[in-house]
């Protein structure tokens, strides 16, 4: 199936710092998702992108949609401890319901 | 994850034995979707269900059926669950819509198979 390359895999950070981190296709998406995952718990939707070159915030999150539809990143600015977690990028392609996700990158931030 | 919910939370099974995961989702969703994780692998999609009565198959449907007998309800079944099946698994549930609607993950099923 079609496959969605999140990078980077893992980051190690200080409080304080920006974070970013991508996801690219080899082909085009029409819906760009990001989601966070707790321990234990669901993944969470922070941020969905319907529009290329749409850029939306949520609180210091911010996301693209990539002009050429093939991806997207996501900023956290001013991280805190609370950031850690797996962020997922998914996406949808032409009518599909079906959601592909990434792999995930594995945020850690240090106090 | 309010509105998704999953039982059991979790299960240990030996090889053979049949068991079935609930969803229950109270926002009257149209779409239910069920997933497996499996570290580095991210969330892949088992099968889906775009309304009352009907099914679809995902990206790795062999060894699971569903049922979608009632709309709030999303039911997965393992007939004989296998090693291989050990993984945490996730519902999901999302408006009608055309790949507008964002979907909602319940907190997830952890089964292992022994």
């Known amino acids: 199936g079609q496959q969605l390359n999140q990078s980077p895999q893992s980051m190690f950070i200080q409080e304080g710092e920006d974070v970013s981190m991508n996801c690219t296709s080899s082909s085009i998406f029409n819906t760009w998702l990001w989601y966070k995952q707790d321990p234990g718990e669901g993944p969470v939707l922070l941020i969905a992108l319907y529009k290329a070159g749409e850029l939306t915030s949520n609180g210091r999150l911010t996301a693209q949609f990539g002009i050429t539809r093939k991806d997207s990143f996501l900023n956290i600015s001013a991280s805190i401890p609370s950031d850690v977690g797996i962020y997922f990028c998914a996406g949808t392609q032409g009518g599909s319901e079906k959601l592909v996700f990434g792999k995930g990158t594995k945020l850690t931030v240090n106090p | 994850n309010a509105g998704v919910t999953q039982t059991p939370k979790f299960r240990v099974l030996k090889t053979g034995q049949s068991m079935t995961l609930l969803c229950a989702q109270d926002?009257?969703?149209?779409?239910m979707y069920w997933y497996r994780q499996d570290p580095g692998m991210g969330l892949r999609l088992i099968h889906y269900s775009v309304g009352e009565g009907t099914t679809a198959k995902g990206e790795v449907p062999d060894g699971y059926n569903v049922s979608r007998l009632k709309k709030q309800n999303f039911l997965l079944g393992l007939e004989s669950a296998a090693p291989s099946q050990t993984s945490v698994y996730f519902c999901?549930?999302?408006?009608?819509?055309?790949?507008?609607?964002?979907?909602?993950f319940g907190d997830g099923t952890r089964l292992s198979i022994l």
């Open positions: 926002m009257n969703h149209e779409y």
């Open positions: 999901a549930s999302s408006k009608r819509g055309l790949g507008n609607q964002p979907q909602h």
